[in-house]
């Protein structure tokens, strides 16, 4: 065996354990997430005061994307990663730190200009809530509020950056638990005592923030870069970082701006409808964060490494190996959302204020969100790969494109279809992004084994629509058809599920899906 192909398959193992880990951590905070939207649910339901919540904190989350987790670490993960390859640990470590002071002084500017320019920025994001003065005071207040947020979650996307290409990655993974159990503790502790009890969730969502910052504090000494040593506020590091971020800044986070453009629209809808649309996402964020942007975060520094060694090859194995692992699972979760969309709803959030009817609506804005998802995650691998080669200006190209479409599309589709046009808009442009980013990829790279690719997709698909198949059926004998028990809907869901994956497991065993061995290994490392 060559040299070359141990170090791919060395790359590709690194991936399935930081995938493992990276999954794993998510997934916990994912729990954690849905307690807390669960407690949100029952204690504000979908009215007036969760859609300025769910707005005001979609301001500084979108930022957070943007310009934190989006922009920032994709495009200081190439560059840290080059640095340690060719000038050493020291000259990395001062970049680092470098980067450390510049990104406070401008996410502090940054906090303060969005604090006062928050009426602002509220009406430009939810013009619909101009009708309510009610509504749009409170989401001006709350967003004022929350704003310091994006300092906090800043600097922990940064430290994200250095800690992942150190090869740590479940400190930034585990960050967002802090945040979720911050949120859920406000409700009972803070939300009470407050003239408006929606007060306590903005308050605790900055908690959250500084417990999740200093959370990699202790992970970034143990490694070594002690952020307090005498670094240049300016480092010639920072330029490259800065013009690799500026076209990022847009292009990594695509599907948030989609999902943006969603809740503006939404806005203009019934009320209700921004919540409804919130909830759904969030159920298809389940399977996004555990598998896709594990993944994407798994891969990133590995590509980041053969690409900085300008191995070509490595960069197309190792692209392929993580499409097929994005495949194989989504697939079968976009099939198990759709069959089980209304009973996983009703499970989670059917209480208190969530009534029969807010249950129905999410569901269908579930629906619509859900035939996307392969889409969604597939697309954070292509990105993850121009960056790595320290290219965004391509992905910058396709995601305007996609944008513009997801606004004809949106625009076309909610008068007839409600707020769950704007979810299959949302899917539709997401599908279009990643045609596009594959064939501007392919014309990069040349072949990207897209026959090895395609092959394992149609398994995929197979096993997935039989599987899909016996679930609906097995669901509509073993699950209350009026959802009104929580434990008739508990035992029934969880059988459903459990049926559905050892009907994917076999079907994919009985294909010969080489996936299935890889997904294995990445839950048996994740859960050590």
């Known amino acids: 065996m060559n040299l070359p192909t141990i170090q791919t398959r060395d790359e590709n193992g690194r991936v399935t354990k930081a995938a493992g880990v990276v999954g794993s951590a998510t997934f916990l905070s994912r729990i954690f997430g849905f307690i807390r939207d669960v407690v949100i649910a029952w204690f504000f339901g979908a009215g007036l005061s969760s859609d300025a919540f769910f707005v005001a904190f979609r301001i500084p989350n979108l930022l957070r994307r943007l310009f934190a987790e989006g922009s920032l670490s994709v495009a200081f993960i190439p560059v840290f990663t080059e640095y340690l390859a060719h000038r050493g640990k020291n000259e990395a470590f001062e970049l680092a730190r470098s980067a450390i002071r510049l990104l406070s002084i401008l996410l502090v500017a940054t906090t303060i200009i969005g604090i006062l320019l928050a009426p602002v920025i509220v009406r ?42 150190l090869d740590h990655f479940a400190a930034p993974a585990l960050a967002p638990v802090l945040l979720n159990i911050s949120i859920i503790g406000s409700v009972f502790l803070i939300s ?35 952020f307090w040593k005498k670094a240049k506020i300016y480092h010639p590091g920072l330029k490259k970082i800065g013009l ?12 948030q701006v989609n999902i943006l453009v969603g809740t503006l629209l939404a806005s203009l809808l019934a009320e209700g409808s921004v919540s409804y649309l919130y909830y759904a996402d969030r159920l298809v964020q389940f399977p996004l964060g555990i598998f896709a942007i594990a993944t994407a975060t798994a ?35 976009m099939v198990g959302l759709i069959v089980l969309r209304e009973p996983i709803v009703a499970l989670l959030f059917k209480r208190g204020a969530f009534d029969a009817e807010t249950t129905r609506l999410t569901a269908y804005a579930l629906l619509y969100y859900s035939i996307g998802l392969w889409a969604f995650s597939a697309v954070r691998i292509v990105v ?10 391509t992905p910058v190209r396709m995601a305007v494109i996609s944008v513009g479409a997801n606004i004809i599309f949106a625009v076309i589709l909610m008068r007839p279809m409600g707020h769950g046009g704007l979810a299959l808009a949302t899917s539709l442009a ?23 690719i395609s092959t394992s997709v149609v398994k995929t698909m197979i096993c997935s629509g039989m599987m899909g198949a016996v679930v609906w059926v097995t669901a509509l004998f073993i699950i ?8 008739g809907l508990f035992f029934g869901l969880t059988g459903s599920i459990v049926t559905g994956l050892i009907l994917y497991g076999s079907f994919s065993l009985f294909f010969k899906s080489k996936e299935l061995e890889k997904v294995v290994d990445i839950a048996r490392k994740g859960i050590r």
């Open 299 to 333: 891969v990133l520094p590995s590509l980041s490494r053969q690409a900085a060694q300008n191995d070509l090859s490595a960069v197309r194995v190792t692209f392929s190996y993580a499409m097929r692992m994005i495949f194989f699972i989504t697939i079968p979760s």
């Open 480 to 487: 209350p058809s009026d959802n009104q028990t929580s434990s």
């Open 384 to 393: 993850s790969t121009f960056y790595a080669l320290q290219d965004t200006k």
């Open 192 to 226: 009470p005592y407050m003239d408006n009890p929606v007060t306590g969730l903005a308050i605790g969502v900055l908690i959250g923030g500084f417990l999740q910052l200093g959370l990699q504090v202790p992970f970034l000494i143990k490694k070594g870069v002690f």
């Open 124 to 165: 430009i994001i939810a013009p619909g809530f101009a009708a309510s003065p009610g509504k749009l005071s409170v989401t001006i207040f709350l967003t004022r509020i929350m704003f310091p947020y994006i300092f906090f979650i800043g600097m922990v996307a940064l430290s994200m950056g250095i800690l992942n290409v």
């Open 430 to 452: 997401s599908i279009l992004n990643l045609v596009l980013l594959v064939r501007a990829l392919r014309d990069k790279l040349g072949q990207l084994d897209l026959r090895h």
């Open 244 to 255: 690799l971020m500026l076209p990022t800044i847009f292009g990594a986070a695509v599907y």
